[in-house]
Every structure is written in C-alpha cells, then in structure tokens.
C-alpha cells in the first residue's frame, strides 16, 4: 500500500471512530433558510456557522456534528475559532456538507444587475462606493474572475531605464525610502497622459523581476521625458527593477477596452465590458467582502490552542486581498501574504472535500504552532497567492512555535498567482515532518513546490519534509525567473523528494528547473522522480551539501539537462543510477563540470549523436577525472518519448546500470474517476502554454 492511501484510510478510519464510536454525537443543523435564534435541530435549522459554533461551545464530553444543508450561503462575517474552541479527540467539533451536498459559502456580495450604457459598455451604481469609499479589487463575473483594467491586454511592457534616487537610508529607522523614475515606453505612455490628477492616483504599476513581484501607485508623471514616478522602499541589490524586468498598468479607466475587463470609479460607477453571450439578465456579479472565510486562532501552546476541528463537504468562494494604497514591496513567494483559512496554534483541524476558489490571497496556512493537521482531496483554484502555506517566515527559538506533522494529501491546486504571481503553490517555510503526497499542481506562476526557509548553512528547522507522489506542471508561463518544480531551501537533513513527476516548467529568463536545491540546501534526498519539458534543466543545484540524486529520468528538457553553479570545496551532491534522455540543447550547463560532485552509474544518451559531450570532453576523458566510472551512453529504451511515455520496452540497458523502474503514473491524485478527470488541465490551457514557449524559444 502506498504511504499516503495508508494515512488517507487512517484518517477516515480515526474520524468515523470520532463520530460513532462510544460517544454519540450531537447534531446541529444549518440551513439558507434558517434562522440563528432557533435551536439547530432538524426541524429549526440555524442561518450561520457562527450560530452553530456558540451552541457547540456549550456542548462538552461528545461529538458535534454541524450539518450544513445545501445551498448559498452569504457570510457576513469570518467564522473564528478560538481557545473556547478546543475540543478532544472523542468530542472533535465536525462542520459537514449534508451527504451528497456541497454548501457554497461566499464572502462577497452581489453586485445589482448591470444596465447597458451601449452594447459593449454596462455600468452599475453602487451607493456604498461613492458614499463610505467601498473600493474591491476583485470581481467576480458569472463564477469567473474578472479582469481589472489593465495594459496592455496580455503580455507585458518594459521600462527604458529605472533611475532610483533614495530618500532615507537610515538603518535605526524601521525602513527605508525611495523614489523610482520609470522611462515609460511610448504605447504605455499613451494610457496615462491624459488621466486627471485623481485618476492617476489610483492607478497601479506591477513590476516583475527576477523571482519578485513589486507593485507601486503612480506617483507623478512626466510628459516631457515620458517618464512616471514610483515610490516605495528601496530597491533590493540583488534584486532590482531594471530594463529587463516588466511590468503591466492596472485600473486605469482609459485602459478599459477588451471583453471581461472593469473598473470602478469613485463616483460609484462599475463598468464593465461583456464577453460575448452575457447579457445583463444572464449576468451575475460579486465583489468581495471579506478577507478570510476562517480563522483558527489559540493563544498558548497545548492548553489554550484550538483542537480536533473538522470541515468536510463545504465550498468557500470570494474572498479578498485589499492591497494598500502603497502598493505591496517585493518579497520571495510573497512570503507574508495571508490565507482565506489561516491557522494558529492549532492541533487536529482538517479540511476533507472541500472546495476553496476565487481568494485574493491564499487558500489555506496552517501557520505558528499547528500539529497533526490536514487538508484532503480539497480542491483550491482560481487562487490569488498559493495553495497551502505551512510554518512561519521567521525562525522562533521555542521548538513548540514550529508547525509540523501536516499532511496535504490528494488535492487539486490548480491556477494561482492571479494576484500575487510570486506565489507558490504549496510551500513549508519553517517546519518539519510535513507530507506532501499525491497532489495535482498546474497552472502557477511561480515554483510548485518550496521547502525551507534559510538561506545558506545556517540552523534550519525545516528537517524530514517529506514530497512524494506530486504531478507537478504547466508552470512559470515565461513571466519570473529563478524557479522550479520542487524547490528546497537550506539545512533539510531528512527531507525526501520521491516519485513526482515534473514537467513543462517555464520562466521568463534563467531558471525553469524541475529540481531546484537552492542555497545551503543539504541533506536533501531526491528520487524516483520523472522530469521533462523543463527550460533550463531537469535538476539544478545553486549551491549546497551533500544532496542524493538518484535513479531519476530527466528527458528532453530544452535548454540543459543537468546545471551547477557555485564551486564549493565539500561534496555538493551524489548523482548515481539516473537516466539523462534529450535531444536539445547540452548535457551540462554552468559550472557543473567543476563541482565537486560524485556522478557515478548513470546512462547518457543524446538522439542526435552517437557520442556525448560532458562539457566538451568525451566520456573517456570525463573518467580520467574520477566522473562516471560505470556509466554510459546508450539507449534506454522509452516506449516513445515524443509523446512522453517513458516506459521501458525492456530493461536491459537500465539494469547495467542498476536503474529500478517505478510507476510513474502513480503520482497525482487517486480515488474515484471523476476526481482524476477533474484533475486534468484543461487542453486549451496546455496548447496556450505550449503557444507561450514556442514564442518565447523563437525570440531567443
């Protein structure tokens, strides 16, 4: 049985004793009809949630079941939780979609219906806007995210220089401050120079550079140098706006011109251009409301934490990220951005079956001091940031603020970054003994999978990660660079990264690895796993210690196949009993051929040559320095791999090599037929992505 189907089936077994073991549950129900001054039976169902937790709390030494019948659910406020919360493990608190249901909770509201200004223009008043300063930054249109007005309509501008001048540098204050002048090119000049002096104040410049996102309003513009200036903190060294990065211009009016685009002015006017098909009877809109749909919040470590809360069955859509007027600064994997479901010092919370979309920001973050806890078979998509957020961005000296022990099992986490694209799709910054197994993850701007959170050989906490079984692909887009598949971090002695299969990763400059062991990582495991259609290489190691790479496939990855940066005088890696298939590009990229690194074991094999270069030399002369004794260069055998099926037609090439073969269509997701169906990308978004490289390939 495989590792994570037997935890699954563990879980449900620990949760049916929870809920008709010796202690027979109490049953609150819910209902869109109901109302919180009933009693939450049957008959008299409560309205909300919150209603049903305040019941709950007075219910001690059993169960509770929260039945939530079907329906649209409206929230006016976040459902918390907190010490009052805590529960036992033969009393958990359970909130459940009634059987064969899934309640939809929003945290928006609707919009009233729009009126037609033309055909291709529709407007709607909304008192709340122009009178008390309502001003979302999402919307919602017939379940789809809509797009605030933008240019150009896709792809991206490039500035023709950045000049910073700072401000204030003072390292006893608590930041610093700057004014960035950007050289606009002419076609985004056009936008803004006729915009008022109020409307210009509200429009939004989205940088991308490097690995970053930074966003900056407009502070003034220059007609005479077509020129506009930012302001923020100062520019990061080693990761700078410069003329290579890009940048699009948000919520300009002027820039309101294609189908799905908005804008809200002040004046309490949303306008709005209709997709073909849409009629304003046809149509209905949400704006969001609220930031989370839930907060699990203790306050003390074990006595006064939350525990043994359960969510199945239910649905949570629309929630916000409201971005401050400064706009948001640059930081990795917008690393301190929050979920719509955030966890603090917690134990045993689950979220089975649940569906969780259309966020501002994260989906889910299990975040200081929480244990023992899961997300299962949870479908989170149309996400503004991430999937799931695990651990704290800072290091705490107390073991027991150090979240560990979450499974994130089964899962479908698909199309992210819509507002923070620097977002990954599932990351555990500071923890340790987390799984992440058998998840589908596509569709993200940025890596898929992030494990750790120190950066050089320093104390890490993040130990035992284990990351497994996870189809990972259709990432990057070509929009930030520096990023990959599965991407670790520092000191993680323990963590294993197993059988995932990684594919079709792609950034903007450098980067697009499938394996990534970024600065310090050590003791980092890797094996089993397939990777292809990669841009750079399928395995990349910036700099760290003593990693194992082993009985892998890399195959027809564009660029490289294998990198290496940074020289160091310690044993950088192991490379033993892996298969390195392609038939573009080079073997080795960078400096690998110059780390200090034990390659031993593998099969090379290039389609376009009989022979293979090892950063120019011929395998003979790459073992006269101690490389690849018994490896070689030949075949393996893959049934086709042109249309990606490297299966083997026989064996007898891997087996000089002591190459296992794993069954790499065990990785994503498992169960019924329709949750595998479900999982599948889209062929329109797989074809747009394969559009988006050939482009990109071709202007290089």
């Known amino acids: 049985m495989m590792p994570a189907l037997k935890i699954y089936l563990l879980s449900a077994l620990a949760l049916s004793f929870v809920c008709t073991g010796s202690l027979r549950a109490q049953t609150l129900y819910v209902a ?59 009393a958990a608190l359970i909130f459940r979609g009634e059987n064969g249901a899934t309640p939809v909770f ?10 037609k200004v033309s055909e291709q223009l529709w407007r709607v008043y909304l008192p709340e806007a122009a009178l008390y300063g309502w001003n979302f930054q999402q919307l919602y249109i017939n379940g789809r995210r809509a797009v605030r007005a933008q240019a150009p309509n896709s792809g991206f501008y490039k500035p023709r220089y950045v000049r910073e001048t700072i ?35 509200d429009v939004m410049i989205h940088f991308y550079h490097k690995w970053d996102n930074t966003t900056r309003p407009v502070r003034s513009l220059s007609l005479k140098d077509t020129s506009v200036a930012v302001s923020g903190r100062v520019m990061q060294p080693w990761n700078q706006i410069g003329e290579t990065s890009t940048f699009r211009i948000e919520n300009v009016k002027s820039a309101l ?17 209709p997709l073909p098909g849409e009629t304003p009877e046809n149509t209905t809109a949400l704006a969001p409301v609220l930031d989370k749909f839930v907060e699990i919040l203790g306050t003390d ?37 929050e979920a719509a479901v955030q966890v603090d010092f917690a134990d045993h919370i689950s979220f089975r079956n649940c569906e969780i979309s259309q966020t501002g920001g994260n989906a889910i973050w299990f975040r200081r001091a929480v244990t023992n806890s899961r997300v299962e078979q949870c479908f989170l998509h149309d996400l503004g940031a ?70 050089g050989y320093g104390h890490s906490p993040s130990k035992r990660n284990f990351i497994a079984y996870n189809h990972l692909h259709h990432i990057g887009w070509g929009e930030l660079s520096d990023m990959g598949g599965v991407y670790t971090l520092g000191p993680s002695e323990g963590t294993v990264v197993r059988n995932n299969v990684i594919h079709h990763i792609y950034a903007y400059d450098y980067g697009g690895w499938g394996l990534y062991t970024d600065e310090g990582s050590t003791g980092v495991v890797m094996e089993n796993n397939l990777v292809y259609a990669c841009k750079n290489s399928g395995f990349h190691q910036h700099y760290g210690k003593e990693n194992i790479i082993r009985n892998n496939i890399f195959a027809n990855n564009l660029r490289g196949q294998l990198q290496g940066t940074r020289v160091e005088p310690h044993l950088s890696l192991s490379f033993t009993n892996n298969i390195v298939y392609y038939g573009s590009g080079t073997l080795l990229l960078s400096n690998w051929h110059k780390m200090n690194i034990s390659s031993d074991w593998n099969c090379y094999f290039d389609t376009r040559t009989p022979g293979v270069r090892f950063a120019g030399e011929t395998l003979e002369e790459w073992r006269r320095k101690g490389k690849d004794a018994h490896s070689l260069i030949a075949d393996p ?64």
């Open 167 to 201: 401000l204030l540098a003072d390292s006893t204050l608590p930041s610093d401050f700057a004014v960035q002048k950007i050289g606009m090119p002419v076609e985004g000049m056009s936008w803004l120079r006729d915009l008022s002096y109020d409307e210009l104040q």
């Open 301 to 337: 470590h074990g006595r006064k934490n939350v525990s043994h809360i359960h969510f199945e069955n239910l649905a949570f859509r629309v929630a916000r990220y409201q971005m401050a007027p400064t706009g948001a600064e640059a930081l990795q994997a917008a690393a301190t951005v």
């Open 32 to 90: 869109a009809n109901g109302d919180d001054r009933n009693a939450g039976t049957a008959e008299k169902p409560l309205a909300t949630l919150g209603a049903a937790r305040d019941i709950a709390r007075k219910i001690t030494g059993k169960p509770v079941e929260v039945i939530v019948r079907s329906g649209t659910y409206f929230m006016q406020e976040t459902l918390v939780l907190s010490e009052e919360d805590r529960r036992e493990e033969n």
């Open 637 to 700: 055998g893959f049934v086709d791999p042109g249309k990606y099926d490297f299966r083997f037609r026989d064996t007898e090439v891997i087996r000089k090599i002591n190459f296992r073969p794993f069954d790499y269509s065990e990785a994503g997701v498992y169960g019924s037929e329709s949750w595998k169906t479900k999982a599948r990308l889209d062929p329109a978004i797989e074809k747009a992505f394969d559009q988006m490289v050939l482009q990109h390939e071709a202007g290089n």
């Open 106 to 115: 929003y945290g928006g509201k609707r919009i009233p219906k729009f009126k």
């Open 257 to 273: 011109d294609a189908p799905g685009e908005w804008y809200l002015e002040k004046s309490g006017f949303l306008y709005y251009i």
């Open 386 to 455: 991430g999937g799931v957020k695990i651990g704290e961005t800072f290091y705490r000296e107390n073991p027991k603020d150090i979240s560990h022990h979450i499974i994130v099992d089964n899962n479908i986490i698909r199309s992210g970054g819509k507002v923070f694209p620097c977002a990954v799709a599932v990351i555990i910054f500071n923890g340790h003994d987390n799984s992440l197994t058998h998840n589908e993850v596509a569709d993200f701007r940025y890596s898929a999978i992030s494990v750790g959170w120190v950066w």
